[in-house]
């Protein structure tokens, strides 16, 4: 089996191997779609179609419309739910391509003057985390030569703030050298079928993995 990774899996076997297994691989468990997760899809499907069809946005997201008509009007090339992937040699591949290593999606792409924009909207609490922020840098770094800087945020819309972290080419081995013993772990743990429980905060209110002995519901 071909291994491929993305950020939000490399996070998910960091939060708890186990859970990441049974949601993620063998996907056995399935929670029904929150009332919440729903509308960040909405969400995102609206920005979408605001940045790259012009359309307006649901009464329900209207107050978004200042930071949505902001985006839109950057000069240079925009771009709304890109779907990127590279090889091993962080070469550029189709998402679903033969040798793809790693993916990602990003919600807002802009690119002018060998600067690139790159943001993921975020509906929920404020949770700074610098590894997307990396990921997504060093992909579009990787996907256009032209770009020697990137300006990345993570917008906590419902909380009017972000968090900003700003990289150039040079960076690149840097991101990765953080970046890649943490996938080799996960890819580790792939190949061996390794995927010990580890107790957190999640355990008993959020996870349904009940065969965990940390999760408090019983077992399956």
């Given amino acids: 089996m071909t291994f491929t990774w993305s950020y939000s899996r490399l996070k998910n076997y960091e939060t708890c191997p186990k859970r ?18 729903g509308e960040g899809k909405a969400a995102h499907k609206a920005f979408e179609e605001r940045i790259r069809h012009e359309r307006a946005l649901p009464l329900p997201l209207l107050q978004y419309e200042g930071i949505m008509a902001k985006l839109a009007a950057m000069p240079g090339e925009t771009y709304a739910e890109t779907k990127l992937g590279i090889d091993r040699n962080y070469k550029p591949v189709g998402f679903f391509g033969k040798g793809v290593w ?7 792409t ?3 003057n060998r600067i690139a924009a790159v943001i993921d ?12 922020l990396q990921l997504m840098s060093a992909t579009i770094m990787h996907y256009n030569p032209a770009v020697q800087r990137v300006r990345a945020r993570l917008l906590f819309l419902n909380h009017n703030t972000a968090e900003r972290a700003e990289f150039v080419r040079g960076n ?5 050298a953080e970046t890649l013993p943490r996938v080799a772990r996960l890819e580790e743990a792939v190949g ?8 957190g ?16 519901r019983g077992t399956q």
């Avoid at 061996?192 to 107790?199: I, L």
């Fill in 110 to 112: 802009n690119i002018h």
């Fill in 201 to 216: 905060g999640l355990c008993k209110r959020y996870c349904k993995v009940t065969s965990c002995p940390y999760n408090g």
């Fill in 20 to 37: 990441h297994y049974h949601y993620d691989i063998a996907k056995d468990v399935v929670e029904p779609e929150t009332m919440q997760i």
């Fill in 121 to 132: 909207y975020k509906m929920g609490r404020p949770n700074p985390d610098m590894t997307q």
């Fill in 192 to 199: 061996a079928g390794d995927f010990p429980p580890v107790p």
């Fill in 102 to 108: 790693f993916r990602t999606i990003i919600d807002f």
């Fill in 172 to 176: 690149l081995g840097e991101i990765w």
